[in-house]
Protein backbone atom coordinates (compact mmCIF):
# COMPACT_ATOMS: atom_id res chain seq x y z
CA UNK A 1 0.00 0.00 0.00
CA UNK A 2 1.69 3.56 -1.05
CA UNK A 3 1.35 6.34 0.70
CA UNK A 4 0.90 9.37 -1.10
CA UNK A 5 2.33 12.73 -0.38
CA UNK A 6 1.57 15.95 -1.14
CA UNK A 7 3.90 17.82 -3.04
CA UNK A 8 3.01 21.22 -1.35
CA UNK A 9 3.35 19.73 2.69
CA UNK A 10 6.86 18.02 1.54
CA UNK A 11 7.95 21.54 0.17
CA UNK A 12 6.78 23.37 3.78
CA UNK A 13 8.38 20.42 5.55
CA UNK A 14 11.91 20.62 3.41
CA UNK A 15 11.30 24.88 4.02
CA UNK A 16 11.16 24.06 7.96
CA UNK A 17 14.22 21.92 8.06
CA UNK A 18 16.36 24.75 6.11
CA UNK A 19 15.35 27.51 8.42
CA UNK A 20 15.92 25.52 11.37
CA UNK A 21 19.53 24.58 10.41
CA UNK A 22 20.09 28.89 9.22
CA UNK A 23 19.06 29.24 12.75
CA UNK A 24 21.36 26.57 14.35
CA UNK A 25 24.09 28.08 12.44
CA UNK A 26 23.58 31.55 13.05
CA UNK A 27 23.09 30.55 17.17
CA UNK A 28 26.31 29.13 17.32
CA UNK A 29 27.97 31.91 15.34
CA UNK A 30 26.55 34.03 17.43
CA UNK A 31 27.50 31.99 20.53
CA UNK A 32 31.63 31.85 19.37
CA UNK A 33 31.56 35.30 18.59
CA UNK A 34 30.35 36.31 21.88
CA UNK A 35 33.18 33.88 23.50
CA UNK A 36 35.59 35.09 21.38
CA UNK A 37 37.10 31.52 20.55
CA UNK A 38 40.12 29.92 22.34
CA UNK A 39 40.30 28.07 25.80
CA UNK A 40 37.41 29.17 28.44
CA UNK A 41 40.06 29.69 31.44
CA UNK A 42 40.98 32.78 29.22
CA UNK A 43 38.42 33.87 28.87
CA UNK A 44 37.27 37.19 31.24
CA UNK A 45 33.79 35.68 32.45
CA UNK A 46 35.94 32.63 33.66
CA UNK A 47 38.05 34.23 36.15
CA UNK A 48 35.39 34.98 39.06
CA UNK A 49 35.08 31.41 39.47
CA UNK A 50 39.18 30.48 38.62
CA UNK A 51 40.04 33.12 41.85
CA UNK A 52 37.36 31.83 44.15
CA UNK A 53 38.73 27.93 43.63
CA UNK A 54 42.61 29.66 43.43
CA UNK A 55 41.43 31.41 47.41
CA UNK A 56 40.05 28.04 48.59
CA UNK A 57 43.10 26.29 47.52
CA UNK A 58 45.33 29.20 49.02
CA UNK A 59 43.69 28.64 52.14
CA UNK A 60 44.03 24.95 52.42
CA UNK A 61 46.77 24.59 51.91
CA UNK A 62 47.78 27.33 54.08
CA UNK A 63 46.11 25.25 56.73
CA UNK A 64 47.58 22.34 56.02
CA UNK A 65 51.13 23.83 55.81
CA UNK A 66 50.36 25.96 59.11
CA UNK A 67 48.97 23.40 61.33
CA UNK A 68 50.20 19.68 59.98
CA UNK A 69 53.47 19.98 57.89
CA UNK A 70 54.93 23.15 59.32
CA UNK A 71 54.98 21.74 62.87
CA UNK A 72 56.10 18.01 61.80
CA UNK A 73 58.77 19.68 59.96
CA UNK A 74 59.92 21.92 63.60
CA UNK A 75 59.50 18.88 65.32
CA UNK A 76 62.17 17.01 63.08
CA UNK A 77 64.28 20.14 63.07
CA UNK A 78 64.05 20.82 66.89
CA UNK A 79 65.53 16.42 67.09
CA UNK A 80 67.91 17.02 64.93
CA UNK A 81 69.00 19.67 66.72
CA UNK A 82 68.90 18.16 70.30
CA UNK A 83 70.38 15.42 68.73
CA UNK A 84 73.18 17.88 67.47
CA UNK A 85 74.22 19.35 70.59
CA UNK A 86 73.63 15.81 72.60
CA UNK A 87 76.13 14.10 70.19
CA UNK A 88 78.31 17.24 70.58
CA UNK A 89 78.03 17.53 74.40
CA UNK A 90 78.58 13.59 74.78
CA UNK A 91 81.56 14.31 72.52
CA UNK A 92 83.04 17.14 74.80
CA UNK A 93 82.50 15.04 77.95
CA UNK A 94 84.09 11.96 76.25
CA UNK A 95 87.05 14.41 75.30
CA UNK A 96 87.17 15.83 78.60
CA UNK A 97 87.76 12.24 80.26
CA UNK A 98 90.41 11.09 77.46
CA UNK A 99 92.47 14.39 78.24
CA UNK A 100 91.76 13.69 82.03
CA UNK A 101 92.80 9.73 81.45
CA UNK A 102 96.13 11.14 79.23
CA UNK A 103 97.02 14.13 82.00
CA UNK A 104 96.54 11.16 84.70
CA UNK A 105 98.89 9.16 82.39
CA UNK A 106 101.16 11.22 82.22
CA UNK A 107 101.50 11.64 86.03
CA UNK A 108 101.70 7.87 86.80
CA UNK A 109 104.14 7.21 84.09
CA UNK A 110 106.48 10.68 85.30
CA UNK A 111 106.41 8.68 88.73
CA UNK A 112 107.65 5.26 87.56
CA UNK A 113 110.29 7.13 85.95
CA UNK A 114 110.65 8.74 89.01
CA UNK A 115 110.40 5.82 90.79
CA UNK A 116 112.58 3.68 88.36
CA UNK A 117 115.71 6.36 88.60
CA UNK A 118 115.65 6.16 92.59
CA UNK A 119 115.76 2.41 92.42
CA UNK A 120 118.35 2.60 90.02
CA UNK A 121 120.17 5.12 91.72
CA UNK A 122 120.01 3.17 94.91
CA UNK A 123 120.79 -0.19 93.01
CA UNK A 124 123.91 1.76 91.52
CA UNK A 125 124.80 3.41 95.46
CA UNK A 126 124.10 -0.24 97.22
CA UNK A 127 126.51 -1.62 93.95
CA UNK A 128 128.96 0.82 94.68
CA UNK A 129 129.19 0.55 98.42
CA UNK A 130 129.38 -3.66 97.71
CA UNK A 131 132.59 -3.13 95.04
CA UNK A 132 133.87 -0.39 97.71
CA UNK A 133 133.98 -2.98 100.39
CA UNK A 134 134.92 -5.92 98.32
CA UNK A 135 137.82 -3.55 97.17
CA UNK A 136 138.41 -2.56 100.78
CA UNK A 137 139.17 -6.23 101.86
CA UNK A 138 140.47 -7.09 99.13
CA UNK A 139 143.15 -4.64 99.70
CA UNK A 140 143.58 -5.58 103.16
CA UNK A 141 143.92 -9.36 102.16
CA UNK A 142 146.10 -8.45 99.66
CA UNK A 143 148.23 -6.08 102.07
CA UNK A 144 148.46 -9.07 104.67
CA UNK A 145 149.75 -11.50 101.92
CA UNK A 146 152.27 -8.67 100.70
CA UNK A 147 153.00 -8.20 104.34
CA UNK A 148 153.18 -11.91 104.82
CA UNK A 149 155.25 -12.73 101.65
CA UNK A 150 157.62 -9.69 103.00
CA UNK A 151 158.38 -11.02 106.47
CA UNK A 152 159.04 -14.70 104.38
CA UNK A 153 161.42 -12.99 102.02
CA UNK A 154 163.08 -11.06 104.59
CA UNK A 155 163.29 -14.16 106.80
CA UNK A 156 164.72 -15.97 103.91
CA UNK A 157 167.23 -13.67 103.09
CA UNK A 158 168.45 -13.51 106.05
CA UNK A 159 168.46 -17.11 106.16
CA UNK A 160 170.56 -16.98 103.13
CA UNK A 161 172.97 -14.30 104.70
CA UNK A 162 173.72 -16.24 107.53
CA UNK A 163 173.96 -19.34 105.63
CA UNK A 164 175.89 -17.45 102.95
CA UNK A 165 178.39 -16.03 105.67
CA UNK A 166 178.69 -19.81 106.41
CA UNK A 167 179.36 -20.49 102.85
CA UNK A 168 182.07 -17.66 102.94
CA UNK A 169 183.53 -18.48 105.41
CA UNK A 170 184.30 -21.79 104.35
CA UNK A 171 185.24 -21.12 100.95
CA UNK A 172 187.71 -18.31 102.61
CA UNK A 173 189.18 -21.02 105.03
CA UNK A 174 189.90 -23.42 101.78
CA UNK A 175 191.07 -20.87 99.39
CA UNK A 176 193.31 -20.12 102.04
CA UNK A 177 194.40 -23.75 103.00
CA UNK A 178 194.85 -24.19 99.20
CA UNK A 179 197.10 -20.88 99.06
CA UNK A 180 199.36 -21.28 101.67
CA UNK A 181 198.86 -24.86 102.84
CA UNK A 182 198.28 -24.37 106.59
CA UNK A 183 195.27 -24.15 108.11
CA UNK A 184 193.84 -20.62 108.47
CA UNK A 185 191.43 -19.31 111.38
CA UNK A 186 188.52 -19.74 111.28
CA UNK A 187 187.05 -17.05 113.48
CA UNK A 188 189.29 -14.32 112.29
CA UNK A 189 187.98 -15.13 108.28
CA UNK A 190 184.03 -15.36 109.81
CA UNK A 191 184.81 -11.89 111.31
CA UNK A 192 186.51 -10.53 108.41
CA UNK A 193 183.36 -11.33 106.33
CA UNK A 194 180.70 -9.93 108.59
CA UNK A 195 182.34 -7.02 108.72
CA UNK A 196 182.53 -6.67 104.95
CA UNK A 197 179.09 -7.40 104.82
Known amino acids: M ?3 TDPATTHSVENAAGAS ?13 AHGGGLPQFQFQHWGGQIAYLL ?8 LMAK ?3 PRMRRVFDERESTIQGALSSARSVQAEADAQAAAAQRA ?4 RASAQ ?3 AQAVAKAS ?3 AARKAALEAELAARQAEAEARIQAAREA ?8 ATDAAVAMVEKLTGAKAPRDALAAAINSQG
Open 68 to 70: VFG
Open 21 to 33: AASVGEHGATTEA
Open 160 to 167: ALVHLNAV
Open 118 to 120: ATA
Open 2 to 4: AIE
Open 129 to 131: ANT
Open 56 to 63: VLFVVLYV
Open 109 to 112: LAEA
